[in-house]
């Protein structure tokens, strides 16, 4: 989920020269709560990440011209909840045209495989580094369903994740 809301912000701003970064994000504890939380409200909606993070982006461009903040995307006690932006968004998207800058997120949001697994591996190197752990505990910590910090993709090939899965220790 954070690389979805990564990219989102990207082509927002239809300018990654005038983008900051969201990397700082994982290295807190409270973003990457807000980002579980995101996660656990998109599951229950059964909304892949990308269709709900559009579905936010879609909301706050139209209220207040701008991309949603972080703690932001999973508000349930606002008068207008994430799951029923997301479910209202699903509405307007089959019936009427969704703005471009909307439509923009998924086209971006498809990437190489290549810079996938670089995006991956930096990801992993940075929560190693900002946590003060080893690679077997950033991936139990991380790398567990649900959680979104990884590609599964990646996941599946890497060689510590496959080793931890046989072992049962995710």
Not at 15 to 44: M, P
Not at 74 to 97: D, Q, V, W
């Amino acid at each position: 989920m954070v690389y979805v809301y990564e990219e989102a912000l990207i082509a927002y701003q239809h300018n990654e020269r005038n983008y900051k970064s969201t990397e700082g994000l994982i290295k807190v504890k409270r973003s990457y709560n807000l980002f579980k939380q995101a996660v656990k409200v998109a599951d229950q909606c059964g909304a892949d990440y990308v269709s709900y993070i559009q579905a936010q982006f879609y909301w706050f461009d139209k209220w207040f011209k701008r991309a949603p903040k972080a703690w932001e995307l999973a508000g349930k006690t606002t008068k207008f909840p994430a799951p029923n932006r997301y479910l209202e968004y699903l509405k307007i998207k089959s019936s009427s045209h969704v703005p471009e800058k909307v439509q923009s997120i998924s086209r971006r949001a498809s990437i190489s495989p290549q810079k996938l697994d670089k995006i991956n591996e930096v990801r992993l190197a940075e929560l190693q580094r900002s946590w003060g752990i080893d690679e077997e505990e950033a991936f139990i910590r991380f790398a567990r369903p649900g959680i979104g910090y990884f590609d599964a993709a990646w996941l599946r090939k890497h060689p510590t994740y496959r080793r931890l899965r046989q072992e049962q220790k995710l």
